[in-house]
């Protein structure tokens, strides 16, 4: 959940609540019932297999489906790269410094933690400071009150519509349901019940933090897109420290979610290739330097950049989302805990939504 409520997540919210008040809160809270069915199969085949999604492709299927897998999750990973690397870099601009220093010093201290392979100390320290991030969002909306502005807005503006796609997109980053099976297997949870009920929770509270910082963002400019300076200001009701605190919680929120990568996608890439784990250094490597390079380019312009990516990303999930979903219902992989009927249905509808959602409201705002 806390990697779910990454940087790019969050600042796609603040813009959105800064471009439409409280107006798609109706949706985010809608959205809760597709996370919670699409991560729900994801925890089902960690539990029940032990393995991760890379591994399960290359054991039950042909070399050549395991090869086309490779291909969309290693876009994934680089697209889901830049996104991190351009919210650290906003956070980063908050503290004062400007994105050509932070994007390759956020490259280099991941690369050392991916070489050094100290995921279990480092993701301790993240998800405690990740938490200064939502500490000061709940913080400045205590301070500033609820205000009465209505919970549903629709229109067919396409700066509504993109703004749609991007929270479509930010729902499921298409890297989480591959940590999701990895870490419940390596977490021995132990039954499925157990499993739903922490994936419903995650899906609730994620999706709630959500709207809280849309709440916290109204009254910002965003439809001239929001600087760094314009989200310290947002927070500042809070008191002198907390746009300091988001910064910072920003910073920390990308980190954990780039380690969630690294953890997942990129493994899942060489397992998937049926290659020893080893070899995830150079796929993190050749998937990194793209997404790097992309971010620098982009530069100027960086909530620009994670906006479109967010909406991109309903392109990206589609492949994984087949994949899992019908991993999930094979009983010669999952034996009796193959997805029954309202499972399948669950699923189905849910990721056929959100990429729908995602599609419909991308092309609608490019027309």
Do not use: D
């Given at each position: 959940m806390m990697a779910n409520v990454d940087?790019?997540?969050?600042?796609?919210?603040?813009?959105?609540g800064?471009?439409?008040?409280y107006g798609l809160i109706w949706l985010l809270l809608i959205l809760i019932i597709p996370l919670f069915f699409i991560q729900e199969a994801s925890g089902r085949i960690g539990i029940v297999t032990r393995r991760g999604l890379g591994e399960i492709i290359h054991e039950n299927y042909s070399k050549r489906i395991a090869v086309l897998a490779s291909v969309p999750m290693s876009l994934t990973d680089m697209l889901t790269?830049?996104?991190?690397?351009?919210?650290?870099?906003?956070?980063?601009?908050i503290i004062g410094i400007p994105p050509y220093i932070s994007i390759p010093a956020a490259f280099l201290i991941h690369l050392a933690l991916v070489y050094e392979r100290k995921y279990a100390v480092v993701e301790s320290v993240l998800i405690g400071v990740s938490g200064l991030l939502l500490v000061a969002y709940v913080a400045s909306l205590f301070?500033?009150?609820?205000?009465?502005f209505s919970p549903f807005y629709f229109s067919s503006s396409p700066a509504f519509l993109f703004v749609v796609a991007a929270n479509a997109g930010a729902l499921v980053m298409p890297c989480m349901p591959f940590y999701q099976a990895s870490a419940t297997a390596e977490k021995n949870v132990g039954?499925?019940?157990?499993?739903?009920?922490?994936?419903?929770?995650?899906?609730?509270?994620?999706?709630?933090l959500m709207v809280v910082v849309i709440m916290v963002s109204v009254g910002l400019d965003g439809f001239n897109l929001l600087s760094a300076r314009e989200l310290s200001a947002g927070l500042a009701v809070a008191g002198r420290y907390a746009p300091i605190l988001f910064g910072v919680g920003l910073v920390a929120a990308g980190f954990l979610a780039l380690t969630v990568i690294s953890l997942a996608s990129a493994w899942g890439v060489v397992e998937a290739l049926g290659l020893p784990r080893s070899r995830s250094f150079q796929?993190?490597?050749a998937e990194s330097i793209p997404a790097v390079l992309l971010s620098l380019i982009i530069g100027s312009?960086?909530?620009?950049?994670i906006l479109s990516l967010m909406s991109a990303f309903v392109f990206v999930v589609i492949v994984p989302g087949i994949m899992m979903g019908v991993i999930a219902a094979d009983a010669r992989i999952m034996g009796t805990s193959a997805s029954s009927s309202f499972w399948k249905l669950g699923y189905w509808i849910s990721i056929i939504s959100v990429v729908s959602l995602g599609l419909i409201f991308w092309l609608a705002s490019s027309i």
């Open positions: 940087a790019p997540s969050i600042l796609t919210a603040a813009e959105t800064a471009l439409y008040g790269y830049a996104a991190e690397y351009m919210g650290i870099a906003i956070g980063m601009q301070v500033r009150g609820v205000a009465s039954s499925l019940l157990t499993s739903r009920i922490e994936t419903l929770l995650g899906a609730v509270v994620s999706e709630c796929v993190y490597l312009n960086l909530l620009t950049g």
